[in-house]
């Protein structure tokens, strides 16, 4: 649709993490240093914690898609509230050990196996664990009693956990203080500033082919960070519909007050964009103790972090809706 309207190879702003859109604002290349630190580690955890549609994943994209694949066997698991031996069960699947029902002490045996014959073939196993903050004290427990299985010299295997801010309230539990003693790099992946929103819009439209075309006012990416506090996936949607109603109504310029008038029209459907402040202290980024000074979250904030996971599938259907309207109208205008 408005790709071809506007000559585009491709859709600049999908929702889809993809390695080719990643963006290395300041945030994200900081990030990014924590996490290539706690890889050449060789052991332990890495923490990264962030907003919703702050960049997590696609974060760790670019990571995996720098890592040399012959030396790492890399699995990914989102979780969804797993208790220990579930999660256990999961790691083991993605690593290709099955579990048909065997005991835990079977089931360890059998990962502690498969973490030994990588090594033995020179790969190192790397555990990522995305939506970290529906983890059960018991799993994150279980990730640790894991990463105590001894494999000849080596650690059996690291662990990168990526969660939202609430995690941090998660690991600041008292009883998980054996675990923070294992987590070697960790920070906050925050907004983007001002000057990162346009940039980090210009190269994903360059990434594209774009040519000026649409051509976005200054005031309009001003307009764009206002409504969106600087967060990449609140960016992605919005920018999405403005090029959609810019090929709708055959415009090649994006103003301020398309951007308003838009925004508008989303927070109508969904609500306010920017709920959800976006700026929170880097936690420490060796040997972390994730101390509950930082970490704590005030019932108020975790509802409101809830609702607007909730707005952000809600939107995803909404741009379903506009999608087949258009489809709909686009016929009419063409016979005409």
Not at 37 to 63: D, N, P, R, S
Not at 157 to 180: D, K, T
Request: hydrophobic share 40%; charged share 20%; with cysteine.
């Amino acid at each position: 649709m408005y790709e071809d309207y506007y000559g585009f190879s491709g859709m600049p702003f999908q929702l889809t993490p993809d390695n080719r859109f990643f963006f290395g604002s300041e945030e994200h290349s900081k990030a990014m240093a924590f996490l290539q630190y706690g890889i050449a580690q060789q052991e332990g955890f890495v923490v990264v914690t962030g907003e919703i549609g702050a960049g997590k994943t696609t974060l760790v994209e670019h990571l995996l898609a720098n890592l040399e694949t012959s030396k790492f066997a890399a699995v990914r698991v989102v979780t969804t509230q797993l208790g220990g031996y579930d999660l256990l069960s999961v790691i083991a699947a993605a690593f290709g050990v099955g579990s048909d029902g065997v005991d835990k002490g079977t089931l360890i045996e059998r990962v502690k196996q498969q973490f030994v014959d990588l090594w033995a073939r020179d790969r190192r196993p790397l555990v990522i664990v995305d939506e970290a903050q529906s983890l059960t004290t018991e799993a994150v427990e279980e990730l640790r009693m894991l990463s105590n299985l001894s494999v000849g010299s080596h650690a059996p295997f690291q662990g990168i956990l990526l969660g939202q801010p609430e995690f941090r309230a998660v690991l600041s539990r008292p009883n998980l203080e054996q675990f923070r003693q294992r987590v070697i790099a960790s920070c906050h992946l925050g907004a983007l500033s001002p000057v990162d929103t346009r940039h980090y819009i210009e190269y994903r439209l360059t990434q594209v082919g774009w040519t000026n075309d649409p051509l976005f006012s200054d005031s309009a990416f001003d307009e764009i960070f206002r409504c969106t506090n600087g967060i990449p996936r609140r960016i992605n949607t919005l920018c999405s519909r403005l090029l959609l109603l810019g090929f709708l109504e055959g415009k090649h310029t994006i103003e301020a007050t398309q951007v308003v008038g838009v925004a508008r029209e989303m927070e109508n459907e969904l609500g306010p964009l920017t709920t959800v402040g976006t700026s929170r202290p880097p936690m420490d980024t060796q040997n972390s103790d994730v101390g509950a000074e930082n970490c704590g979250q005030s019932e108020d904030m975790l509802l409101r972090l809830v609702r607007v996971e909730r707005a952000t599938e809600r939107h995803d259907r909404a741009i379903s809706r506009v999608l087949e309207l258009a489809l709909k109208y686009l016929p009419a205008q063409i016979s005409k």
